[in-house]
């Protein structure tokens, strides 16, 4: 299927990525289980920011946390689409966006079922944080046998960022 996606983009005028070495389907995000208390929570934990925003004036704060909490109850609404995440000859795409591997400066695979099982790319840019991309059924040690021809692997890199974990734990 994704040979498909990338023979018709090639042909509709979409810049050629370059053959398939590896390809699977992922959610275009991380869908949590969130109960009514979590939601009651979180809506009075919003409502105090806003508050809190009011009364110090700081009125572009209670933009920012009331369009975060519809941000959080309308992807709440909807299931996640799959979208291709594809690794070629040229480097990286994922859905309609393609990253070069000169773009790129290393992966890590992280792999502790069943909490934990991605794909971590970091980009050259320290401004750009790392692309993290769930494994699904795909197998570990040949996706890394695959990536290590055209990137470096971060072996440094032993455990799940704090931000993944927080996110996690926090269900956002």
Excluded: C
Excluded at 37 to 53: C, E, T
Excluded at 86 to 115: C, M, N
């Amino acid at each position: 299927m994704a040979d498909e996606l990338l023979e018709s983009g090639a042909e509709a005028g979409v810049p050629y990525y370059g053959e398939e070495v590896f390809g699977w389907m992922v959610d275009e995000y991380e869908r949590h289980e969130r109960g009514p208390m979590w939601y009651a929570i979180a809506f009075l934990i919003g409502l105090s920011f806003v508050m809190y925003a009011i009364i110090t004036r700081n009125f572009l704060f209670a933009v920012i946390v009331i369009m975060a909490g519809v941000i959080v109850a309308l992807s709440a609404m909807r299931e996640p689409q799959k979208i291709p995440f594809l690794i070629t000859t040229r480097g990286v795409a994922l859905g309609h966006q393609f990253v070069p591997f000169k773009d790129l400066r290393s992966f890590w695979i992280l792999y502790e079922p069943p909490h934990t099982k991605n794909l971590y790319v970091d980009f050259r840019s320290s401004v750009t944080p790392h692309l993290v991309i769930p494994l699904g059924e795909q197998d570990p040690v040949e996706l890394r046998q695959a990536l290590l021809e055209f990137l470096g692997e971060n072996v440094t890199q032993e455990e799940e960022p704090l931000t993944d974990v927080l996110g996690r734990f926090l269900k956002i």
